[in-house]
């Protein structure tokens, strides 16, 4: 499972050549589409369709995932205790990776500290 913060969602959403390159692998490695939490869309945009024209084009090619289970959201505050790092949205996105997942961010260091804690899951800075 593919995940992306608010960080790599604006990343990717740049009509950059990079960032279709780096689109165009993660479809090669049948990683696309990853999964978008609706809290990091809250992160993301601001209501403003100048600034969030980007953004939203590409959550049409991405699997929003609007409901945190219960026992993610444990499992994150768990791993937010351990690390002594990390916002509650970095906290669900690395619960939500478990078990083997990757995270792609724009800033690694609180999400590693967390993933430092979790099963298996990878961050990648995009």
Avoid: F
């Amino acid at each position: 499972m593919l995940i992306l913060d608010s960080g790599g969602l604006s990343r990717l959403s740049q009509r950059t050549r990079r960032a279709a390159a780096l689109i165009a692998a993660l479809r090669d490695e049948n990683l696309w589409p990853p999964v978008v939490p609706t809290v990091v869309i809250a992160e993301s945009t601001s209501g403003a369709a100048r600034t969030d024209t980007n953004v939203n084009r590409l959550l049409k090619s991405c699997d929003v995932e609007t409901i945190v289970p219960e026992t993610t959201a444990r499992r994150a505050g768990y791993l937010r205790a351990r690390a002594g790092a990390g916002s509650a949205v970095d906290a669900l996105l690395v619960a939500m990776a478990e078990p083997g997942g990757t995270v792609l961010t724009g800033d690694r260091a609180d999400l590693e500290a967390l993933a430092a804690h979790a099963q298996g899951v990878v961050v990648e800075v995009v």
